[in-house]
């Protein structure tokens, strides 16, 4: 909390003509002139750039693709932006060439693929397919963070 001089009391961000401030998550003031890199601030996690801005919209960091709402805060989890939907982990990392939660991701992170898949045991192990008949076989693929590989009959090796 922020007490300025004219008596009003500001949560989260107070700004003045030359400095900008907010609070981060142990309520200590930050000066946000100073900021660079990562930061979490009021338990949500914002990237400030060389000129100490929160990056807005996609941003590509340390060869990483993140979403970054109106106000800076990164997003994570499940996302429709413009129309589409992307997946963006628990560190906020887009997902791509991927599955998660049975849903196909291309390169670009765009979930487009109708089908949902599902892993499927049977006597002879398990495999990885949709209800369009599909199925995971000669490939690895990552499923929800993790690398399975299959073999020709589609099941994991």
Do not use: C, H
Request: aromatic share 22%; no cysteine.
């Amino acid at each position: 909390m922020y007490i300025p001089i004219e008596g009003f009391t500001v949560y989260g961000y107070a700004f003045t003509e030359a400095e900008r401030y907010a609070y981060d998550n142990d309520m200590t003031f930050v000066n946000l002139n100073e900021l660079r890199g990562w930061k979490i601030i009021n338990g949500s996690w914002y990237y400030f750039n060389t000129s100490g801005e929160a990056q807005t919209g996609w941003s590509n960091i340390g060869g990483k693709w993140y979403f970054f709402n109106d106000k800076g805060v990164m997003k994570t989890g499940w996302q429709e932006i413009d129309g589409k939907n992307y997946y963006l982990k628990k560190s906020g990392e887009m997902a791509a060439k991927e599955w998660i939660g049975g849903y196909r991701l291309n390169s670009n992170g765009t979930w487009t693929y109708e089908y949902k898949a599902a892993g499927k045991k049977d006597d002879k192990g398990w495999r990885y397919a949709d209800a369009s008949g599909w199925y995971a076989k000669n490939t690895t693929i990552m499923i929800d963070g993790k690398s399975y590989t299959f073999n020709a009959d589609g099941y994991i090796n």
